[in-house]
């Protein structure tokens, strides 16, 4: 076994290998023979054949249990999708796509012809893993860090190669051929003709990159990400008063910059390097506690194939898109930005629609764009947050309120740079601090405590009819278990009793 069958030599690829006939060739093809040759680890296997592909991946899907979503019957394509199963892969990934399609053309290299890239132009026949086939020369390309397309028509029939080359440019750091360039250009304005859910899957793995704010520049200055996230680009015109050092489209940038350090310092293994930094050394002893939490909270996925840490990117985004709506221009010159979060809320609603997301990725969405500054205003107080506040503030957000203590932490570093003064900072940790002990330490007692009474009790022991009163003192008792005022079912009543004679006082 050489080298090169050594590196494929997965597991997974192993057992589908040993499920497919044995009279029929299929090759692997793509991103998982350029990843082998990368020394890179691979996630998604691409099979191509000359037969029924839909009906063999329905076959392997079977076998090793994964879910099999129909591509395109036209073309007869097909895909598994595969949650993590050490039992299967023997990896810890999230979640591995395996792709069937049957040749694009009339054999094997009319196939590879008509892909996107050469480097993704190579294939090698399942049973012969020692045999690469490159016919354009992908392997060349590969070492001298070049992204050169396979045709002059790569791009224009197919635009969301687009954002792929983006992609691969900035998580390989290849340098795009200029010829290839000049391709992308001239397909760029049909863009608006690719679907949204392919739009969308690229979109995500762009987002899930480790230095993702190149990647949306990159889009940006190849005037493709008005195609993609319209909303985001006008933020280019929005200037910002003190303490901004930036204007809005800088500033919504260095928010995914900003995203990545924090990650890196609490959602992944320790790094030294980061912690040596003050600022971020600091989030590391406030918060280093949580981060196995914040690691398996950010492996989960709301749907396959789009991680909650792309849904935290996304918002991130459009956490500022209101203030195109919002800004207004004082009398003393301040620009001030009222109400962003809401406007903003219903824009990110909008491009989650466009985008095809689930009702609940929407929902995420908006709850984190609706409520980021929540905790920058809490962070102003001297004092911390009372139990009230910490318990409204996850009332209202819920498991989103977690993506909004690592917004915010972005967002104040975005603010300020390097003027952010080191007391402030501090006591916004403190605050986000308060607000992971009470999720993950104290959940059940500080958020989500068994309610003493139901609105059944109310009904019977106050002698009210069913209303917004019911609910209105449903709330009002258990903010006040919540704040220790009440322990007990009698307590909980005869607090219900004075509430409701202090309401009908003031109203008569």
């Known amino acids: 076994m050489n080298e090169f069958q050594v590196i494929l030599s997965y597991p997974l690829l192993d057992r589908i290998t040993r499920l497919l006939p044995g009279d ?13 040759l990368l020394r890179r680890p691979y996630y998604d296997l691409d099979f191509v054949l000359p037969g029924n592909a839909m009906k063999l991946a329905r076959r392997i899907g079977d076998a090793i249990g994964a879910a ?54 190579m294939a090698v026949e399942v ?42 440019s900035v998580e390989l750091e290849l340098r795009i051929e200029p010829q290839t360039l000049e391709f992308i250009k001239q397909g760029v304005h049909f863009l608006p003709e690719v679907s949204s859910e392919r739009l969308r899957d690229e979109l995500f793995r762009i987002l899930l990159l480790p230095n993702s704010s190149s990647a949306i520049r990159i889009l940006d200055k190849l ?46 293994e320790y790094n030294q390097d980061l912690a040596g930094n003050l600022t971020m050394g600091l989030v590391g002893l406030r918060l280093g506690r949580y981060r196995q939490q914040l690691m398996d909270y ?34 003393d010159g301040k620009i001030r930005f009222i109400e962003h979060e809401q406007i903003g809320s219903k824009f990110v609603e909008k491009r989650g629609k466009a985008l095809k997301l689930s009702n609940q990725e929407i929902e995420h969405l908006m709850m984190i764009v609706k409520h980021h500054m929540r905790l920058e205003l809490l962070s102003r107080s001297n004092e911390l947050p009372s139990k009230k506040a910490i318990y409204r503030f996850f009332r209202d957000t819920g498991e989103a309120g977690i993506d909004i203590c ?21 006591r916004h940790l403190d605050v986000i601090r308060e607000m992971m002990d009470a999720w993950w330490e104290d959940r059940t007692e500080s958020i989500f405590p068994p309610p003493l009474v139901n609105g059944d009790d109310l009904l019977k022991e106050l002698d009210i009819i069913p209303g917004p009163m019911v609910g209105y ?14 322990h007990s079912r009698q307590e909980a009543i005869g607090y219900a009793k004075k509430t409701l004679k202090q309401r009908k006082i003031k109203s008569g």
């Open 24 to 36: 029929q060739p299929v090759y692997l093809v793509g991103g998982a023979i350029r990843d082998a």
């Open 68 to 121: 099999y979503f129909p591509l395109d019957t036209q073309r007869n394509m097909a895909r598994l999708v595969l949650l993590p199963d050490e039992s299967v892969d023997g990896l810890r990934i999230n979640p591995r796509r395996i792709d069937f399609s049957t040749f694009q053309g009339v054999d094997l290299i009319s196939d590879l012809q008509g892909r996107d890239f050469t480097m993704n132009a």
């Open 127 to 168: 049973h012969k893993l020692g045999e690469l086939i490159d016919p354009l020369g992908g392997v060349t390309d590969l070492a001298a860090k070049r992204l050169k397309a396979c045709a002059q028509q790569s791009i224009i029939n197919d635009p969301v190669r687009i954002l792929r080359a983006v992609r691969l």
């Open 223 to 268: 005037d493709a990400l008005v195609h993609v996230l319209p909303e985001v680009t006008k933020l280019k015109n929005i200037q910002q008063s003190p303490p901004h050092i930036m204007n809005a489209w800088e500033h919504t940038l260095e928010v995914l910059v900003q995203l990545d350090f924090l990650l890196n310092i609490l959602a992944e």
């Open 298 to 331: 950010y492996k989960k996925s709301i749907t396959p194939d789009r991680p909650q840490r792309g849904l935290l990117y996304l918002a991130g985004l459009y956490h500022d898109v209101g203030k195109v709506k919002a800004q207004k221009v004082e009398e």
């Open 406 to 426: 690592i917004l915010s932490m972005a967002d104040i570093l975005a603010t300020y740079g390097p003027t952010l003064p080191q007391e402030r900072w501090a």
């Open 473 to 486: 003192l449903l709330e009002v008792i258990y903010e006040a278990q919540i704040t220790g005022e009440i």
